[in-house]
Nanobody
Framework: VQLQASGGGLVQAGGSLRLPCAAS????????MGWFRQAPGKEREFVAAISWSGSSTYYSDFVKGRFTISRDNAKNTVYLQMNSLKLEDTAVYYC??????????????????WGQGTQVTVSS
């Protein structure tokens, strides 16, 4: 599957952005999906994951309560809704497809495919 993330940009602290990630191919609805991010000078880190059906989600502690992951299998798209953005959320955000249908595969970085990143910059 090929993944195309978009929706990044410049936003003020406290603002919101929604990142869509569109997938090609027939396997999208069979696997968990997730989001990662990488800030300058830091390692890539897990942000959020969602099961194949959308019924189960998992978040890192630093986004819990602020970010929401969702998916629309009819549109082959996964979303990351980011609210109450903080300066430390500045990073390149990547979507990824898990190697299984549960979020745990994404959390464990057992992945089938990565998308290209989209830059999110939060300003004061």
């Amino acid at each position: 599957v090929q993944l195309q993330a978009s929706g990044g940009g410049l936003v003020q602290a406290g603002g919101s952005l929604r990142l869509p990630c569109a997938a090609s191919g027939r396997t999208f609805s069979s696997y968990a999906m997730g989001w990662f991010r990488q800030a300058p000078g830091k390692e890539r880190e897990f942000v959020a994951a969602i099961s194949w059906s959308g019924s189960s989600t998992y978040y890192s502690d630093f986004v819990k309560g602020r970010f929401t992951i969702s998916r629309d299998n009819a549109k082959n798209t996964v979303y990351l809704q980011m609210n109450s953005l903080k300066l430390e959320d500045t990073a390149v955000y990547y979507c990824a497809q898990g190697a299984a249908n549960t979020p745990s595969s994404v959390v464990a970085s057992k992945l089938r495919s990565w998308g290209q990143g989209t830059q999110v910059t939060v300003s004061s």
